[in-house]
């Protein structure tokens, strides 16, 4: 089975810019989060997708937003992009479980690192 | 929100010593808790997790971790370090009321030869 791929693996803007990041799921996972890693820190929830809704989002400003398609891969945009954006983007999946939030488990790819200048 | 502390953003070991890392979550019930390592520009990938069935949890590559409420504490462990054990650690909890997953800052385990 394959895992959770993410394109792409570096990516360099500028302030003020928009950018996308896309993200496939494990086969089998209908749930997909996405969460940003600074620099020495630990990943921060920034929204979960579950049948193309988002289901949960944590402390982060409308200028980032998602997608999910139906084959449940889904897509991370950031308009506006400031300084304190860069970081490494992590997309992860689930496989169906406890309704509409996933099983307990969280199966992450290698992450899209993102800088801005 | 429910957090997770991880004590000491940095441990060093020597090879074939103990690894204890150290994570207190949070909680007034308990939670679901996971711990996670990632190797460098790597994804995390998942160690180990406690869902409220037995407190002592074993999980890849050696590792295990015990539940302890009275301390809120999950703290990792691994009774022998090998080189390969070299990464960043985190400690994560899920919520039980929002399901949103909240990951520590991170532990990097150093291993000496």
């Known amino acids: 089975e394959t895992g959770v791929t993410q394109s792409p693996t570096h990516l360099i803007k500028t302030r003020g810019q928009q950018v996308t990041l896309r993200c496939s799921s494990q086969s089998g996972h209908n749930t997909v989060s996405w969460y940003q890693q600074a620099l020495g820190q630990g990943p921060q929830f920034i929204f979960q997708y579950y049948r193309e809704e988002e289901n949960g989002r944590g402390n982060f400003p409308p200028r980032f937003s998602g997608l999910q398609f139906p084959n449940y891969s889904s897509e991370l945009n950031v308009n506006a992009l400031e300084l304190d954006d860069s970081a490494l983007y992590l997309c992860?999946?689930?496989?169906?479980?406890?309704?509409?939030?996933?099983?307990?488990?969280?199966?992450f790819g290698a992450g899209s690192r993102l800088t801005v200048l | 929100a429910q957090s997770v502390t991880q004590l000491g953003s940095h441990v060093s070991v020597s090879e074939g010593a103990l690894v204890l890392l150290r994570c207190n979550y949070s909680?007034?019930?308990?939670?679901?808790l996971f711990w996670y390592v990632q190797y460098p520009n790597q994804g995390l990938q998942l160690l180990l997790k406690?869902?409220?069935?037995?407190?002592l949890v074993k999980g890849i590559n050696g590792f295990e971790a015990e539940f302890k409420k009275s301390e809120t504490s999950f703290h990792l462990t691994k009774p022998s370090a090998h080189m390969s054990d070299a990464a960043e650690y985190f400690c994560a909890v899920r919520g039980l009321v929002d399901n949103q997953f909240y990951f520590g800052t991170g532990t990097s385990l150093t291993v000496i030869p």
């Open positions: 406690y869902t409220s069935a037995a407190t």
């Open positions: 992860a999946s689930s496989p169906p479980g406890q309704g509409a939030f996933g099983a307990n488990v969280l199966t």
């Open positions: 909680s007034s019930v308990p939670p679901y």
